[in-house]
């Protein structure tokens, strides 16, 4: 049971977090190709980007909890399905965690 809702918080999260990500990359590349391109391929350029550059104004709200909402909730998903994996695993083994 631990692991299907870790699954599909973790598809959530990777989801919403993906769309932050495109929506980052739309406005970057609106702005100029160059920081497009680096928010593509520079790690961490986007946290940077949405920061600091980022210029819907409106919309940063939004794409800030998609991106960090999602990401918190990826995080929290695969922790609970490694969880109840490991303890799938020992119950598999007869072993039990106190």
Do not use: H, R
Request: charged share 10%.
């Amino acid at each position: 049971m631990l692991m299907t809702i870790g699954s599909i918080l973790w598809i959530i999260g990777a989801i919403a977090a993906f769309i932050a990500g495109i929506m980052i990359l739309i406005d970057a590349f609106k702005l100029e190709t160059t920081q497009g391109l680096l928010c593509l391929f520079v790690p961490f350029y986007a946290f940077y980007y949405l920061f600091a550059k980022y210029t819907n104004e409106g919309n940063k709200k939004t794409v800030m909890l998609l991106f960090f909402g999602g990401m918190g909730i990826l995080i929290i998903g695969a922790i609970m399905t490694f969880a109840g994996a490991a303890s799938s695993m020992a119950n598999m083994k007869g072993l039990k965690f106190k």
